[in-house]
């Protein structure tokens, strides 16, 4: 299995102390646009994509599928945070586990957002599949992001080369606590 098909899709709207975590909608278009060509977004992400190109090929409701999740500030979309299943090749350690992803606008960067909205969606998935471990991946030189998967419960699991740099795995086992539940 690729995805989450498994779980209840799409949810009840998980909300934290500040913000909305939902399931994509065709006002977000623009913003998933705004995020995949914004170069600052994709600094350790291999680079943007065209805004053209996007404008073309984006659909109407890009990335509406189980576990992929909208975040919502004051009723306007920062970010998202994706959750999906790792193939069973490439890293074996990651093989078949749940994958935890993110993209937040610079101009939400700073705020705790990413780190208040991942782990709403940790909590989303503990109750939707008790017990599933989750992994992250990122540049070792992406320090926000590495402090945020430490914040999160991630341990280190290995180190390795790709993309020309150096890349982190973590892991986060079902025990891992902390974050906001879903409500």
């Not at 996007?54 to 500030?73: A, D, I, K, N």
């Not at 306007?76 to 490439?90: C, D, K």
């Not at 989303?124 to 998967?149: D, I, K």
């Amino acid at each position: 299995m690729d995805d989450l098909s498994s779980v209840t899709w799409p949810p009840r709207p998980v909300r934290t102390e500040r913000l909305v975590l939902r399931e994509p909608e065709s006002r977000d278009r623009a913003v998933f646009v705004e995020l995949l060509a914004s170069p600052e977004v994709h600094t350790y992400l291999g680079g943007s994509r065209p805004r053209d190109e996007l404008e073309r090929e984006l659909p109407g409701v890009p990335e509406r599928r189980p576990g992929s999740f909208v975040v919502e500030l004051d009723g306007a979309m920062i970010g998202q945070v994706l959750l999906r299943r790792v193939p069973g090749q490439g890293r074996p350690a990651a093989g078949g586990k749940v994958d935890l992803g993110y993209l937040f606008l610079p101009r939400a960067w700073g705020f705790g957002y990413a780190a208040e909205a991942c782990a709403a969606a940790l909590g989303w998935l503990a109750g939707e599949l008790p017990g599933e471990p989750v992994v992250l991946h990122t540049q070792t030189a992406n320090a926000a992001s590495m402090r945020l998967a430490a914040k999160l419960g991630f341990t280190e699991v290995e180190r390795f080369e790709a993309w020309g740099a150096e890349q982190w795995l973590g892991l986060r086992s079902p025990a891992a606590s902390g974050g906001a539940a879903p409500q």
